[in-house]
């Protein structure tokens, strides 16, 4: 009996021990992997300006892409205007075209396939298509020789299982306008061991926007680090420019733009697809490698403002009928799909929302085709939208939208500013359709001496209120509600804290409501003040900082937690919005 315990308690320690050199060899390749993935996303930051890829090859052993003349070696194509672009049969002859050069000889690594910007949609950008011997993915570099620009690099998604795949087809975005651009090319096996590496320069053309190549930035006093991704900037061109949504790395360097007629507020990824304004009537549904596959157009319609998904295969527009005479706001609705357009909601049609604005409209005057200045749009479930009115500081919840009696069901703003104090009756069922202002779980009741006292109730009471509302609010986001009740949600925003309402104190805020439908409350959850913005902008939130578009003073920068400038970019012409994405899933894995 005893030999049998030793036995087993020997055979119990080595089962320790190897289970415990497992876990440490598992450990080992665990940091090992998160210490690449680190480097990795370090080098995609685009702010080493320093360490060049091009000076550690030879020029002469790269090969040159000629746009034209005799030794022209990349497919081009020409558009006559914009309308030639975003035309959904041109585009589609360009994608027919390629592919009948893809069936005439095989493209391999050593003869790759290019074209410039096939479809129109990205002048700073190249097609390119080859097969390879191996199952690889390829992650390629851009260099340029210049001290104030940094390399670009990405891996690319080629869509496969493990993103390798003997079938490569890409655009290449990232290319400097104006500059001699160094593309380094890497295939990599799933081992990530590397195959082959392809060298090319190419000479690219000057920005077709006349966009700014490097925009003027400075760095602030705080230690915080950007976040990866590009810019995403939503301009109206100054004199001289074009419009186009610009694409700009962390060091403001221009690598993409997509040019359109008017300016857009917002880009949604929508079916493997992007989806943005072009014109003052026209969204378009453009894929990864720049084609259009669909020209959404809204006809007799004006667009003037953002677009939301409702995650069903339509987009909700704010979009008003041209032919209409005047009316406090109105939404389109578009399917992504067929293209149908039905004129969804006006904001006219609410008759408790006509009575409350015609007692907050001291001039007695409902002119205009958007009197409420209408600028922010989200879908909150199906024929619900939340709406967002910068002139009257307030957040509206619509219900039965789609129908000829849509329903306000709620307001998110202060009561002083809409003339419903009166004990009447018809008061009284007014202020019932605006929201009560609460507290969330584990927040005290403030005091007279808190910060948090920023205006007086106006029934004359000294006691403080909970909290100042939002005034001249911009850019409505509402986020995952995962963990809340039924009939709760957060809401974030820009509260531009300016027009009806305001303190007058020169700071604007970032906001985020957590609103309770059930209780007909909404709590102040997270504030952070920011430089004053007048009107319009927008602020994103990460986990340590904010993307602040300050399009007053036509800049935007990232700030730490504490408000303080990690670096900011200015932009020329009139700035709306400013986004950051890192398009993996779209361009990049």
């Not at 479809?119 to 570099?141: A, E, H, I, Q, V």
């Not at 990530?192 to 006349?210: F, H």
Request: net charge positive; hydrophobic share 35%.
């Amino acid at each position: 009996m005893k030999k049998k315990l030793i036995t087993i308690l020997i055979t119990s320690l080595v089962m320790i021990a190897g289970m415990g050199a497992f876990l440490w060899k598992m450990n080992a390749v665990s940091q090992r992997i998160e210490k690449k993935k680190a480097a990795l996303l370090q080098e995609e930051m685009d702010t080493n300006t320093k360490d060049k890829a091009l000076e550690d090859i030879d020029k002469l052993d790269m090969q040159t892409l000629y746009l034209s003349g005799s030794d022209k070696n990349v497919v081009t194509r020409d558009y006559a205007s914009l309308d030639e672009v975003y035309n959904e049969s041109r585009s589609a002859s360009a994608e027919k075209m390629l592919t009948e050069l893809k069936k005439k000889r095989d493209y391999s690594e050593k003869d790759v396939l290019w074209a410039y910007n096939p479809y129109g949609t990205n002048p700073d950008s190249l097609y390119m298509y080859f097969k390879s011997k191996g199952n690889f993915y390829c992650r390629y570099t851009i260099s340029v020789d210049d001290d104030k620009i940094p390399d670009f690099t990405r891996t690319l998604d080629n869509g496969a299982s493990g993103n390798v795949s003997k079938e490569h087809e890409y655009q290449i975005i990232g290319l400097v306008p104006g500059r001699t651009n160094y593309l380094i090319v890497k295939l990599y096996n799933k081992k990530d061991e590397l195959a082959n590496t392809l060298y090319y320069k190419v000479d690219m053309p000057k920005s077709r926007s006349g966009a700014q190549t490097i925009l003027s930035s400075e760095k602030g006093s705080s230690k915080g680090k950007q976040q990866n991704g590009l810019y995403t900037v939503f301009r109206k061109a100054s004199s001289g420019q074009q419009n186009a949504v610009l694409f700009y790395d962390n060091s403001g360097v221009l690598r993409a733009e997509f040019p359109t007629k008017a300016a857009g507020y917002n880009i949604e990824e929508i079916y493997d697809t992007l989806v943005y304004a072009v014109d003052n009537n026209t969204l378009v549904r453009v894929n990864a490698l720049g084609q259009v596959e669909k020209c959404l157009k809204l006809p007799m319609h004006q667009i003037y403002g953002e677009f939301a998904y409702d995650g069903a295969g339509a987009v909700y527009v704010l979009a008003r009928p041209v032919q209409q005479s005047a009316s406090l706001g109105n939404v389109t609705r578009v399917e992504v799909n067929s293209g149908k357009v039905t004129d969804a909601l006006n904001l006219s049609d609410i008759p408790a929302l006509v009575k409350l604005v015609k007692r907050a409209d001291h001039k007695k005057t409902l002119k205009g085709k958007n009197h409420m200045q209408v600028n922010s749009i989200r879908v909150t479930g199906t024929n619900q939208l939340l709406l967002g009115s910068s002139k009257y500081s307030t957040i509206m919840k619509v219900s039965n939208v789609n129908s000829l009696m849509p329903k306000l069901d709620y307001m998110i703003t202060d009561r002083k500013l809409w003339n419903i104090s009166g004990k009447n009756k018809a008061d009284k069922k007014l202020r019932k359709k605006i929201l009560t202002k609460g507290l969330a779980e584990g927040q005290a009741e403030p005091t007279q001496a808190s910060p948090l006292v920023n205006s007086i109730l106006d029934t004359g009471n000294t006691t403080p209120e909970l909290f100042a509302s939002q005034y001249g609010q911009n850019a409505l986001v509402t986020g995952e509600n995962s963990g809340l009740a039924d009939g709760q949600y957060y809401v974030s925003m820009l509260n531009n804290n300016s027009g009806r309402g305001s303190s007058g104190r020169k700071n604007s805020y970032y906001y985020r409501y957590l609103v309770d439908e059930t209780a007909g409350t909404y709590a102040l959850v997270d504030k952070n003040r920011l430089d004053w913005n007048k009107s319009g902008g927008n602020v994103t939130v990460y986990d340590d900082s904010f993307l602040y578009c300050r399009s007053a003073d036509h800049l935007f920068e990232e700030v730490d937690g504490s408000g303080r400038k990690i670096r900011s970019f200015r932009v020329k012409g009139s700035l709306h919005r400013v986004y950051k994405n890192d398009w993996k899933g779209v361009w990049f894995y």
